[in-house]
């Protein structure tokens, strides 16, 4: 979750995975004499981003997409059966279900509030000496993923763009979707990224994790997927050991590659 703070107005990134969480988040603003915000935007529509919406008395912005994605979750109950139903039906993911039991442990009154505004594309916001530049970008994490640009600060919030496929039978990414991705990003001139679930990366930082992505991408097309030769050539490229985040990321783009094959297959 973010706030950005103008001079007309503020606007919240993501509205946080619980009423509790977003009512928290409230009050560290205010804590910290930060204007409240007036509007929110949700980056995509997992549940960790869209659960505290209903706490929120503010204007609600959202892409169709992520509204459609919304509008889907509307029927569910939330129930440790009906979780768990789910996830044997391969609509939810364990991960998910688990952490939902966790945040929601006494009270499972959840509600989904749809998003009062909707856009296609791009949207800009003007805060007041602030510009705020939404724009769809996609990924494997969802496809309905967008970033927040502050173009005056040259600071791109990613939501959890650049994050590997949960919802699938394995965790994974896809040389495509990621290279689409990656050029989009690249577009913004940004000084600073900000991930959810992790911390600002300088522009430095954020470009050696594309280099990454970008190279694991080439190698599972090149080498047909094969986990062994993938990790050889990774290792004559860096010159060196391979470290936990390069190998988790070889291992996704590997399941990715995997999973495509089956797909076709079927």
């Avoid at 205010?30 to 409240?36: G, R, S, T, W, Y």
Wanted: proline share 3%.
């Amino acid at each position: 979750m973010g706030a950005v703070v103008g001079d007309k107005r503020t606007l919240m990134i993501d509205a946080g995975n619980s009423k509790a969480h977003a009512q928290y988040f409230l009050s560290e603003l205010e804590k910290h004499h930060v204007p409240a915000p007036s509007l929110v935007i949700l980056t995509h529509w997992h549940w960790d981003h869209i659960f505290g919406l209903p706490a929120l008395d503010m204007l609600s912005i959202a892409s169709s997409l992520t509204k459609a994605e919304m509008e889907k979750l509307i029927p569910f109950h939330w129930t440790d059966e009906a979780l768990d139903e789910r996830v044997k039906a391969g609509v939810e993911i364990e991960f998910c279900a688990s952490a939902i039991k966790k945040e929601f442990a006494g009270d499972r009154n959840i509600e989904i509030k749809l998003p009062d505004i909707t856009f296609e594309n791009k949207l800009e916001i003007d805060l007041g000496s602030l510009t705020c530049q939404v724009e769809h970008v996609g990924g494997d994490h969802a496809s309905d993923s967008v970033v927040v640009y502050i173009k005056e600060e040259k600071i791109l919030f990613l939501g959890d763009a650049i994050y590997a496929n949960l919802y699938a039978e394995k965790w994974n990414f896809t040389p495509e979707r990621v290279n689409k991705l990656l050029d989009s990003i690249e577009r913004f001139d940004a000084d600073t990224y900000i991930l959810s679930h992790w911390k600002a990366l300088t522009r430095a930082e954020y470009l050696e994790e594309a280099k990454i992505l970008r190279k694991a991408a080439k190698l599972t097309d090149q080498l047909n997927g094969n986990k062994p030769k993938i990790k050889k050539a990774f290792k004559e490229y860096i010159k060196r050991e391979l470290n936990e985040n390069e190998l988790e990321t070889i291992n996704y783009f590997v399941n990715g590659y995997e999973l495509e094959k089956e797909l076709e297959h079927d």
